[in-house]
């Protein structure tokens, strides 16, 4: 799986990445092209296969046709989330996250914090917090924009707020799994792929540390084996591994793959083991500190 990640962001390793002066709302991109030019601009050692990602992580269908792309994919985090209709009641107070006041310039940073942002939706819809719904939507807006996405996520945005009215909980998911897929489909496009890597791993991270203060707080074994994906860490240590150097680097992105690295040992249940409350204390922990990391941004 390494070769094929790494096979993925090689072709991007020499571009740098722009800044997004967010603060004044501006948005660095490079020029327009034809969506027909820009798919024929994508090398084909730029696709991956399908068996990436863990089956269950994959929305059906994950293409990204308009590109003439064989197939981009990156763990849906609608799929990721999924899980938590098993883990309920969710502690909600111990997981509030505030908003920075100010935007990062950074374009991975952008693109985690988005990924966080989309992984938040859920959140507030499985708990029905309704309220919440229009400041999301303003914040994907914004974060959209300054990637180069604006129009894509505005158009969801729009639905957030109308099914939210509605009180369609499903409607709302369904713009959220949208929200991540058209922010992807513009990133390849721009061959920006890395970032939708980094979109999806910040809704991995957020979800992760959900779930197991879900565990944490009201624990059973059978809960617990619900956290324990050796393959999705696997996934994503594999992932941050093949990460262009400028982002791989960094201090935070190389402490992230150390702590997804003794994650994916820790979730690998012996033949007749049960997790234990441990176990699950000791995860718990990692999660936050993968969180830490994944929002420390580029100074």
Known sequence: MKRIVLGIVGGFAALCLPLTAADTGATVKPADKPASEEAKAIPAANKTEKGDVPEDLLDDPHRLEELAVNEFTAPSIAKLFDTLQFLMPIPMADLERKMPPRMPLD???????????????????????MEKVEGLAKDLTRYGKSLGAGERVNRHSAGLLDSAKKGDVEQLKTELRATQKDVEIELVTLKDADLAHLISLGGWIRALEVATAAVDKQ?????????????????????????????????????????????????????????????????????????????????
């Open 107 to 129: 374009r991975a940073d952008l693109a985690i914090e988005l990924g966080f942002l989309i992984a938040d939706g859920f959140l507030v819809v499985q708990s029905g917090q």
């Open 219 to 299: 624990f059973s074994v059978e809960r617990a084996r619900k956290l324990m994906r050796e393959d999705i860490a696997d996934y994503y240590t594999e992932s941050v591994a093949g990460l262009e150097p400028r982002i791989s680097e960094r201090a935070n992105y190389l402490a992230m793959r150390d702590i997804l690295a003794g994650l994916r040992n820790e979730m690998v249940l012996e033949d007749g083991k049960d997790p234990t409350k441990l176990q699950i204390a000791d995860i718990r922990k990692q999660a936050g500190d993968l969180v830490k990391f994944a929002l420390q941004r580029q100074q």
